[in-house]
């Protein structure tokens, strides 16, 4: 499979729905994907994946095998539109800073942990700049799937804090992703 073969540019977050909408008799309207443009000016394309028994939403960014940007969609019929609004910015992120085009850290390190916040960081700006979505819509729904996922109370609690610094940060989503692309400029200039 693609995605097995480029592991190392794979940044995936899988993101689960809360209980009541496991049991939903009827799916969410999809939304429509937001513009989404790589560190390199590439238009990043978005595909669209469901599956009758999947019971989780999830986004990944990647390169397909023919190295052009995409996102991956599953299950979107799953989450509620807000909630899917910000796995695509949060996706979209890992593609506007070069994370995709980077080696990939070790699961649960620092840095991976750093790039799946800056990731949120830019995904909660771009809610509150462009989509009709309220942060409590989507504080509440990360909250609930962090949980069900089982993730721990501080896990949560210190994602769900960085999303409320973001969310409260006077720079606009293009001010930091510039900032973030500046930085890992310099470090890979001094590295």
């Keep these: 499979m693609v995605f097995q073969r480029r592991v190392k540019a794979t940044m995936a977050w899988i993101l689960c729905l809360y209980c009541h909408n496991l049991m939903a008799a009827e799916p969410y309207p999809l939304i429509d994907p937001p513009l989404c443009f790589n560190d390199r000016g590439e238009t990043v394309e978005f595909i669209t994946h469901s599956a009758s028994?999947?019971?989780?939403?999830?986004?990944?960014?990647?390169?397909?095998?023919?190295?052009?940007?995409?996102?991956?969609?599953?299950?979107?019929?799953?989450?509620?539109?807000?909630?899917?609004?910000?796995?695509?910015?949060?996706?979209?992120?890992?593609?506007?800073?070069?994370?995709?085009?980077?080696?990939?850290?070790?699961?649960?390190?620092?840095?991976?942990?750093?790039?799946?916040?800056?990731?949120?960081?830019?995904?909660?700006?771009?809610i509150r700049e462009e989509a009709n979505h309220t942060y409590s819509q989507v504080i509440e729904e990360l909250s609930e799937a962090m949980s069900l996922v089982g993730f721990p109370k501080i896990s949560t609690d210190s994602r769900l804090s960085n999303v409320q610094n973001c969310y409260a940060k006077e720079e606009s989503a293009a001010e930091f992703v510039k900032k973030m692309q500046d930085q890992a400029s310099v470090r890979s200039f001094s590295g």
Excluded: T, W
Aim: one cysteine or more; aromatic letters at 6%.
């Design 53 to 126: 028994q999947g019971e989780v939403a999830a986004g990944m960014a990647n390169r397909d095998s023919d190295g052009r940007p995409i996102i991956v969609r599953m299950n979107y019929d799953k989450a509620d539109p807000a909630f899917q609004r910000f796995v695509d910015f949060h996706e979209c992120a890992h593609h506007q800073v070069g994370h995709v085009d980077q080696p990939h850290p070790p699961r649960n390190s620092f840095d991976h942990l750093m790039n799946e916040s800056i990731a949120d960081c830019i995904a909660i700006l771009r």
